[in-house]
């Protein structure tokens, strides 16, 4: 869908992910890193586990679909080229800390005036303005910042964040995926670019912002991670045991009830696991806010003793052939092998020369009728794309490429 | 004043609950135009439920469909009825985008699928957008938020080692794919501009979900290795936590990556003794020793508001932050009243409240957020204005209950 569009992508981290979408998208992505390498060919998980800036495969999952560069734009040389590809392009994704481009000289009315289509789009923990612009963030203070951490954990420990990768950054590059191609559909408009502006602080509110501001806004209430539902203060359980790990099911009250619950009393009755007293309750009138511990425990006792005896494969099935909504807390693995993933055709084959193998990445975010979206190729190897820019497109001499290599410009 | 970004998009909005209305909502707030097809008799979850405010309930009082669906009109339409059918399918000629969320292939049979719509509008782009995709054999199963987020892995990675997985907070899943939607619809909508072709896009918000899990998955995938949870701890920074401050419940977090944010660290807390042994002096050192650091760092946090602990660490170059709550972010925070992410909107039967602009900003056009509609408060300027209906055809609309 985005086949016309040239990106130049300066992000780093978690932020990679924007321009692959847009690469993925059909848009003729170019990463650019430091002759170094991107900070990001560092971060685990590796492949094989061997450590090497080639295998990560945080690297791998975040710049499939892109052509890569090297190009130092702390270097008089690196920016004068930089200019030169902001002449064809139109649109740059940049993840540095706000300023940072206009001290060197790439802001964005000096990226205007050399193409006044140029579409910036910049993302940074706190906005490109305000009094924490300049303030150093990580995954977990973004996360702190926007509010989802307080409401998450066990009230007799700390609030706690979701393991391993920024997802809060995560959400910050698809929001600037979004941002770009908004301005770029604007621009046919306009005939004008703009500057499109992604705080990650931003949208971790965003995310949170159903159990936090929504309550505090309406009636003045903190939801806490001690006291998660504003509707009961019983202990109901929403994570059951399984026989091979947990699944997640809320038992209803009110008005679905009946919709809700009768259907798994099916299914135990079926499997000859059923309970007279949860068949016998009256649910049009059970309600969690009236209702006492001790019949909320009566309630689960038979439950908990059916989840346990099967796997969270076998009650996801279940589930759907009776329409009980009961869902696995599934592992890295359990996503892997997943039915319905399977039965999309959801996985892609990668090949991966180098490494004599393919490998197996998640596909279209989207199924797209008339121009699908593809994960086309594996990341780029660093400065896997140089001559077929710079040579190629650009037109340098050898010697050009010497110099430039030899004095860490590309 | 400045052409709105989506000034000229129409959207035919089947949507309720909350991913599919959050992705219109951007579309709206950024001036496109959007008729969001209500019902009596089976309304959006969101109205029915709370919270409301001052805890009474009304179609018209609940703070997540107030929140959620500003910037839009109403109309109410009965689409088990062929004449609300008809009306249906006008609005889809006459839209750009036509959107929908219930689960998969609900909507067409309802006879408001793809084939049909691009029978009265050709370039029509439809999203679909439901848990887990049009086709394969979990398609039609019913599900929530929460659950997918289970179902898609995160659940398993948050939380303690020592404990049950806890999972992020509320619907985690909800607010990615409403991300993804635009960007499909957006996509779209360009190639539409080029090409004159529309197209059915059919969006699972699992297949979206599954792309935040990207990096665990690999290892899975290559490695055969499943990750669990590990608290607040990362393999490569510490102190890394969230750690006690003065205060009822009041938490501050800190990272240090580097020999210089450690530097720093030290001379934000005075330099006392303990950081000047072996056992904090390097990285590895401190991660084979954390328990014991992350004990000594709270005994440091503790004397301090989490906002003292956030100007001393970041005046000295360390990332640290609040653990915000509810009041923290929507009144103390200074960043987030800069940057104007709270609008105070009035609303008839509501009364002041407050919604969320869009995550993103873009510097030459503005963004305008109006209230909620109420239910059916745009059934006369959709039909009259949009469709140009007669009085008497509009009439027996009336007549027949359609418009209920």
């Given at each position: 869908m985005l086949s016309p569009y040239r990106v130049l992508d300066l992000t780093d981290g978690e932020e990679l992910l924007s321009a692959k979408l847009l690469g993925d998208l059909g848009a003729d992505v170019i990463k650019i890193e430091n002759p170094g390498g991107s900070a990001a060919r560092r971060i685990g998980p590796f492949y094989h586990d061997e450590i090497d800036t080639e295998k990560s495969l945080f690297w791998f999952a975040f710049n499939t679909s892109k052509r890569g560069i090297t190009l130092n734009l702390e270097t008089a040389d690196g920016r004068e080229i930089f200019k030169t590809l902001v002449k064809t392009a139109d649109c740059i994704i940049e993840s540095f800390p706000p300023g940072y481009l206009d001290g060197l000289g790439l802001g964005y009315k000096t990226l205007e005036s050399i193409n006044p289509g140029i579409v910036l789009v910049s993302i940074s923990p706190f906005g490109q303005s305000g009094p924490y612009k300049h303030y150093k963030a990580s995954d977990i203070v973004s996360w702190a910042m926007g509010g989802e951490m307080y409401v998450t954990g066990d009230p007799d420990r700390p609030p706690v964040r979701i393991s391993y990768h920024s997802q809060a950054r995560m959400h910050a590059a698809v929001e600037a995926s979004v941002g770009a191609v908004a301005a770029l559909y604007n621009r046919a408009a306009t005939g004008e670019g703009q500057h499109v502006d992604v705080s990650v602080q931003e949208c971790v509110v965003q995310v949170a912002h159903q159990f936090t501001t929504m309550f505090w806004d309406t009636n003045g209430i903190i939801l806490t991670r001690a006291k998660p539902s504003m509707f009961s203060n019983l202990r109901t359980t929403r994570l059951w045991a399984c026989r091979d790990g947990y699944v997640v099911f809320s038992v209803s009250s009110g008005v679905h009830a009946k919709r809700n619950n009768y259907p798994l009393f099916d299914l135990m009755e079926s499997r000859d696991m059923g309970d007279e007293y949860l068949r016998s309750m009256d649910w049009d009138t059970f309600s969690f806010t009236t209702t006492t511990q001790e019949i909320v425990d009566r309630i689960e006792e038979p439950i908990r003793k059916f989840f346990l005896k099967y796997s969270k494969a076998e009650l996801l099935k279940l589930g759907v052939e009776y329409r009980v909504q009961v869902y696995p807390v599934a592992t890295a693995a359990d996503v892997q092998e997943s039915v319905q993933l399977a039965a999309r055709d959801y996985w892609v084959e990668l090949d991966h020369p180098e490494l004599g193998t393919a490998i197996r990445y998640p596909g279209a975010f989207v199924v797209a009728s008339e121009t699908p979206v593809r994960v086309s190729h594996r990341a780029p190897l660093l400065g896997e794309h140089n001559l077929e820019i710079y040579e190629k497109e650009l037109g340098f001499s050898h010697e050009k490429l010497i110099t430039l290599k030899q004095a860490n410009v590309i | 004043m400045r052409k709105k970004l989506f000034e000229d998009i129409k959207v035919l909005d089947f949507t309720w609950a909350a991913a599919g209305p959050m992705a219109t909502k951007v579309l709206s707030d950024y001036g496109a135009e959007v008729i969001k097809i209500e019902n009596h008799r089976h309304p959006d979850g969101t109205r029915v439920g709370g919270p409301f405010k001052d805890n009474i309930p009304g179609l018209n009082r609940s703070a997540c469909f107030n929140q959620w669906n500003t910037s839009k009109r109403s109309i109410l339409l009965d689409l088990s009825q062929p004449k609300g059918l008809e009306v249906a399918k006008k609005l889809a000629a006459w839209a750009d985008i036509a959107i929908e969320n219930f689960s998969g292939g609900t909507v067409k049979r309802m006879g408001l699928g793809y084939e049909e719509l691009k029978k009265v509008n050709p370039g029509i782009i439809m999203l679909s957008s439901c848990m887990m995709g049009q086709t394969g054999p979990y398609a039609a199963h019913p599900g929530v938020g929460p659950l997918l987020t289970a179902l898609s892995g995160f659940n398993h990675i948050t939380g303690w080692p020592d404990r049950e997985p806890l999972g992020p907070s509320g619907a985690y899943t909800d607010f990615i794919g409403p991300r993804f939607t635009l960007l499909a619809l957006l996509s779209a909508l360009d190639l539409r501009r080029r090409t004159g072709k529309g197209q059915y896009l059919d969006l699972s918000q699992f297949e979206t979900s599954v792309h935040f899990m990207a990096p665990v998955l690999l290892d899975s995938i290559v490695n055969n290795r499943t990750v669990d949870r590990i608290g607040n701890r990362l393999d490569y920074a510490a102190p890394h936590g969230a750690y006690r401050c003065w205060g009822e419940d009041r938490w501050c977090v800190i990272a240090v990556f580097t020999d210089k944010d450690w530097e720093c660290f030290c001379e934000v807390i005075g330099?006392?003794?303990?950081?000047?042994?072996p056992q904090f002096g390097t990285l590895w050192a401190r991660k084979q020793n954390e328990d014991e650091l992350d004990r000594l760092v709270n005994e440091w946090t503790m004397n301090y508001a989490p906002e003292q602990v956030m100007e001393m660490m970041q005046s000295a170059g360390v990332a640290a932050g609040i653990v915000q709550n509810a009041q923290d972010l929507q009144e103390r925070d200074p960043q987030l009243k800069h940057r104007h992410l709270f609008w105070k909107l009035n609303h008839p039967e509501a009364g002041e409240y407050t919604s969320l602009r869009p995550n993103f900003l873009v510097s030459k056009s503005p963004h305008e957020l109006q209230r909620a509609p109420l239910l059916g408060e745009h059934n006369e300027y959709v039909l009259k204005e949009i469709l140009k209906m007669s009085d008497d055809e509009i009439a027996d609309l009336v007549v027949d209950g359609v418009l209920d």
């Open positions: - | 330099n006392p003794p303990w950081t000047k042994e």
